[in-house]
């Protein structure tokens, strides 16, 4: 699988939570170009707001695994995690995370905050922006515009 399928899983997980009213954001979590478990934002929908894509990928593919530590896989997201994502990305250990686009807002991969890339830190996975960039964006985008009517 080329990174850009993999992004494509996530952004179609993000397209999932766009169809439910959720902020549209995807991940996808893969060992070796396998995806090991994907997902959307949920947390409107479940009313938790530790519901986000992120935390849940990165919880199935802890039972996946049977193991809190992530080391040989990557994070693919359609928008950079927000502080409490990138602590649980740190955590979990994971190698690599792959953005599609910067949160201007909440970004803790080094936009706003700087948890990921924190060298303070026992982990720091390496951080990519950009890829399917402009399709995460505009999807995004879409969503807000339509919550401002």
């Known amino acids: 699988?080329?990174?850009?399928?993999?992004?494509?899983?996530?952004?179609?997980?993000?397209?999932?939570?766009?169809?439910?009213?959720?902020?549209?954001?995807?991940?996808?979590?893969?060992?070796?170009?396998?995806?090991?478990?994907?997902?959307?934002?949920?947390?409107?929908?479940?009313?938790?707001?530790?519901?986000?894509?992120e935390m849940i990928v990165i919880d199935e593919a802890s039972a996946y695994f049977n193991n809190e530590r992530l080391i040989d896989c990557e994070l693919y997201v359609t928008k950079e995690p927000c502080a409490m994502c990138a602590g649980a990305i740190v955590h979990s250990r994971i190698s690599k995370v792959i953005i599609g686009v910067r949160d201007r807002k909440y970004g803790a991969c080094g936009t706003v905050l700087n948890v990921c890339g924190n060298n303070l830190l026992n982990h720091v996975p390496h951080i990519e922006f950009g890829l399917l960039e402009a399709e995460s964006e505009r999807l995004l985008k879409e969503f807000f515009k339509n919550k401002r009517k």
Do not use: Q, Y
């Open 1 to 53: 699988m080329s990174s850009d399928d993999i992004m494509k899983a996530a952004l179609a997980e993000a397209h999932k939570a766009f169809a439910m009213d959720e902020v549209p954001v995807g991940a996808v979590i893969v060992m070796n170009n396998k995806i090991i478990s994907s997902a959307h934002n949920l947390n409107r929908k479940m009313k938790n707001s530790l519901k986000h894509a």
